[in-house]
């Protein structure tokens, strides 16, 4: 998705085409999540004030940076393996490794909002952590970070909930719902680092 | 923001630049949630067993395309107004009217957060509408756009705290006031409409 226009791309997510879809939005909203985690540090990093807190914003940054690339790639990753699970359904009915190929599918497609909601659990972790030493000014950036990641959990969460309905292996639903729960924590979590983020405001 | 590609968008985002920061942010994610709308909408229309639907389906998507195509626009209305505001207060201490051109800034950037938070306040409205008669297969779309749009909500919420702050109105200062308690009831109803989508998906 990188070198798409922005305009463009929001223009095929509104289709009808399969994708991009729930999972490239949340993809997209763990980048920006991580972007704006990015621009605070920036912006606390060098400034005398704050000298005690660098390394940690420093560490938070370049952490987030790398995790912005990855979840743009997510993104990509979320449109094959939906292609894929729409291609299994589609082999003819008598075939007979048809059910086995497509539960290979979607535990596929299973994979990448797990791993989507795995970078915005990170993100909001370094956003929770580098509230405190921040920059004031900025800090309701950090507060926009972790709504922006709080979204992309609700999304996860969702695309989790309807590729686990059709998995027939018994172990990998408990470990779905394992997934599940734990973001169900993360988004309490986000509510708690958005009151601290707007708490540090002093408003 | 259309024309830009995602990748160096975010880049910018990241950066110490002033904008975009999180008023952007906000605004494409209010971007996204209408275009999850229209997404649900066009794979709802036209099929036989939701007909009974298709003028809501058609009305939510026709004003969220206009509401997406809104949002992107607000992402350069908040770069402007927070280039004004910096201008404002770099303008020399002993000039008569310095106190109260900061304070029109202050006003024009205040301005942009609430047009955001009403256009994601409208998205949430017709996503709680559509869900109900929308096509199962794609209802979780429709909670991910919940989520988006409460994303948009919260970041909203914390540019009006920041530029609240600073203002001297007192009726402005109430006004603000009651946009914020108004996000506030928006965030509840946006994790009520999430709940009613998973629910809708029979999960």
Redesign the interface.
């Known amino acids: 998705?990188?070198?798409?226009?922005?305009?463009s791309?929001?223009?095929e997510?509104?289709?009808?085409a399969p994708a991009p879809?729930?999972g490239a939005?949340?993809a997209?909203?763990v980048?920006?999540a991580?972007?704006?985690v990015?621009?605070v540090c920036?912006?606390t990093i060098g400034k005398p004030a704050f000298a005690e807190h660098e390394a940690l914003m420093t560490e938070a940054r370049d952490r987030?940076?790398v995790l912005?690339v990855q979840a743009?790639g997510l993104a990509a990753e979320d449109a094959d393996a939906f292609t894929a699970v729409i291609a299994a359904y589609r082999l003819p009915k008598e075939q007979d490794d048809r059910d086995g190929r497509i539960q290979d599918a979607l535990v596929g497609a299973a994979e990448v909002p797990r791993r989507t909601a795995a970078a915005a659990s990170e993100v909001l972790d370094l956003a929770e952590r580098i509230v405190p030493g921040a920059n004031p000014n900025?800090v309701?950036?950090a507060?926009?970070?972790?709504?922006?990641a709080?979204?992309?959990?609700?999304?996860a969460l969702?695309?989790i909930?309807?590729n686990?309905?059709s998995i027939t292996d018994e172990s990998l639903r408990a470990e779905l719902d394992d997934v599940a729960e734990s973001i169900e924590r993360d988004l309490a979590r986000a509510d708690a680092a958005?009151a601290a983020?707007?708490a540090r405001?002093?408003?």
Do not use: K
Request: glycine share 10%.
């Open positions: 998705m990188n070198e798409q226009p922005i305009g791309w929001l223009e997510l509104s289709s009808s879809g729930g939005a949340a997209l909203e980048a920006m991580a972007a704006l990015e621009m920036n912006l987030c940076a912005r743009t900025v309701s950036d507060a926009a970070a972790a709504g922006a709080r979204g992309a959990l609700q999304a969702v695309n909930d309807a686990r309905a958005f983020a707007r405001m002093g408003l």
